[in-house]
């Protein structure tokens, strides 16, 4: 889905402004998933004060920079390039959550992260004839990377709230990073779109940022950021494909040399497999979850343990060996 948006949000920008468009796209993400959770009645959700400081963090770096970013660079850029340049964002992501945030890797990972990078490197280096506008210039360039970065430190943060409900995570994200383009877009002197653009902009927002965005919670708390990210970096690649039928964009060498680069590192993190003996330290939190190897407390009733729940539960101290990854009942150091 989010793939999916970059040809698409190509289209609508030859009508409305980058500014207005990012912001459309967050305030369909929040306004879809917060009729979403009325509809289905969900609960409320409360946060300690330390998570709303990662939440405003997250809401800044990803719902306000990031798409403005990406709309700016995408306006002078093809839509496939801009589709794979963004694997950068798996690598911003992955890097800042090894050295800053501790999460571990191995020599495969690193790997197929140099791979992405070059990837990366050869599809943003300008032509020949270098201008400062369009696609001959540096700068449409380096501000998808920027986006890419603000991602990156957004998918950090978010990793740090990702027990929490991904409904409500993303529908916090899209009403607030929406609501605050919009009073600058307006500031800015953005003209209103029409009805069919407005339309369009708030259903793409609420598939390719509201629910993939869902997706992509569930992930952070399953498999770790690093991984996580790696593997959203399949994304571009349905974007760079469906944009050479959609906007006639063309098959260049250049295209070809950096998908190839970045499928190869995609498919190193795939196949990477971790495990050996570590220890669960004491942890009590809420959290959706199933009964598995690290939930055997009890219950009432057969009937509650058998399904997939949520409460407030603990976590013994547990030694054990198994194939894993850095989830987040394995955050322990190596």
């Not at 979403?36 to 990803?62: Q, S, T």
């Not at 911003?92 to 992260?113: C, D, K, P, Y």
């Not at 380096?142 to 890419?148: D, I, N, P, T």
């Amino acid at each position: 889905m989010f793939g999916a948006s970059v040809p698409l949000a190509k289209e609508l920008l030859a009508t409305l402004s980058p500014w207005l468009l990012a912001d459309l796209l967050y305030l369909g993400s929040g306004l879809g998933l917060t009729a979403f959770r009325r509809f289905r009645k969900f609960p409320p959700v409360r946060l300690v004060p330390v998570e709303r400081g990662w939440l405003a963090a997250a809401i800044f770096c990803g719902g306000c920079v990031g798409p403005v970013l990406l709309m700016v660079g995408l306006s002078a850029m093809p839509a496939s390039k801009v589709s794979l340049l963004l694997n950068a964002e798996g690598v911003f992501t992955a890097l800042l959550s090894w050295f800053v945030f501790r999460e571990n890797f191995n020599h495969q990972i690193a790997l197929g992260m140099t791979a992405i990078v070059a990837g990366a490197v050869i599809l943003s280096w300008p032509g020949n004839h270098a201008n400062t506008t369009g696609e001959g210039s540096y700068w449409p360039a380096v501000a998808v990377l920027g986006a890419c970065f603000a991602w990156a430190l957004d998918n950090n943060f978010t990793r740090k709230l990702s027990l929490t409900d991904a409904t409500w995570l993303a529908s916090i994200k899209g009403l607030s990073a929406g609501t605050i383009n919009l009073v600058i877009a307006v500031f800015l002197g953005a003209s209103p779109p029409k009805v069919p653009q407005l339309a369009g902009a708030l259903a793409l927002g609420c598939f390719a940022y509201g629910v993939s965005l869902v997706l992509f919670v569930v992930a952070l708390r399953n498999l770790g950021t690093a991984r996580t990210g790696s593997y959203f970096s399949l994304a571009p690649f349905f974007g760079a494909l469906l944009a050479i039928p959609l906007l006639g964009e063309s098959v260049t060498n250049r295209l070809l040399i950096a998908g190839a680069l970045m499928l190869l590192g995609v498919w190193l993190h795939l196949t990477e497999r971790h495990g050996h003996m570590h220890t669960h330290e004491f942890m009590a939190h809420t959290h959706d979850h199933e009964h598995d190897e690290h939930h055997l407390h009890q219950h009432q009733s057969d009937t509650q343990a058998a399904i997939r729940h949520s409460h407030w539960h603990q976590h013994p101290a547990l030694t054990h060996t198994h194939t894993h990854v850095p989830d987040a009942h394995h955050r322990h150091d190596h």
